[in-house]
């Protein structure tokens, strides 16, 4: 079967720093190849995925989350990828220009990587109109409020995810800099117990720059060391050498990829 993936247009696949989509749609690409499947994957040009890659711009957009490139990324998706038997989508705006445009020739398959929101839910109901919507945990497909035609929980490729000995002396915290991966609450309870904290992370939106200004860099002392876009051969010697992970959430996490990799 030829399948047709979309990835969004933010970061390379696989991400060669932060990027929890990318290393998803980075193993679906290769497991379904070693299934017998032939893969081509819509991306940006920086991509290494060694599938067929198609791309409409070379380098990452930068700031994340504009509309007008993200709307010419999957729209030159959906026409390149016109002839495959079933598109896989991991983007939000895809889905919904498809459905509404006609652009898609193939089945749409779509995942929501975020959680479910009153104005992710207006969306995902119109785009449940014409795709089949796929959930990564049954706590984000019970917030739907609309059709989800199955949950798949994410995974991990346990050829680069190795046990480890713990013992390094310092605690982990791995992700992205925001007031819902609870930064603040892993530095506070570290250094109340006492013990180092390393803190692998990524600061690119504004949000995420105003978080760490306002709230987490004034908690920074000598205990706390604070690492950007760490490759993922790093992280999972972070991550093996740890005497433990702090994971402290203030959300409803769709699914938590860090928890797989820390397990």
């Not at 930068?62 to 038997?85: I, R």
């Not at 390393?198 to 105003?210: C, D, H, L, N, S």
Request: glycine share 8%; hydrophobic share 45%; with cysteine.
């Amino acid at each position: 079967m030829r399948v047709g993936l979309i990835a969004p247009p933010w970061v390379a696949v696989p991400p060669p720093g932060y990027g929890g989509t990318e290393a998803v749609v980075d193993n679906l690409a290769r497991g379904l190849v070693e299934l017998g499947h032939r893969v081509e994957l819509f991306t940006i040009g920086e991509s290494r995925c060694p599938v067929e890659r198609r791309f409409l711009f070379d380098e990452a957009v930068e700031p994340m989350g504009q509309t007008v490139p993200e709307a010419a990324h999957v729209l030159a998706a959906y026409e390149s990828l016109s002839d495959v038997d079933v598109i896989h989508d991991h983007t939000v705006l895809g889905p919904l220009l498809a459905g509404r445009t006609g652009v898609a020739r193939a089945p749409v398959v779509t995942t929501n990587h975020g959680p479910f929101t009153e104005v992710t839910r207006r969306i995902f109901a119109e785009v449940a109109r014409t795709a089949t919507v796929v959930a990564i945990s049954h706590d984000q497909a019970r917030r739907a409020h609309l059709p989800v035609a199955a949950v798949i929980h994410h995974g991990i490729d346990l050829t680069s995810y190795h046990w480890g000995p713990g013992g390094g002396g310092y605690l982990a915290f791995v992700g992205r800099m925001s007031p819902e991966k609870g930064v603040d609450t892993a530095v506070t309870a570290a250094r109340a117990a006492g013990r180092p904290l390393r803190i692998a992370t990524k600061i690119r939106e504004p949000e995420e720059a105003q978080y760490f200004e306002e709230v987490v860099r004034p908690l920074l002392t000598a205990d706390v060391e604070l690492e950007l876009e760490v490759p993922v051969e790093e992280r999972v010697e972070l991550l093996r050498h740890a005497d433990a992970l702090l994971n402290p959430i203030a959300w409803d996490e769709p699914f938590g990829l860090v928890m797989a990799e820390s397990l």
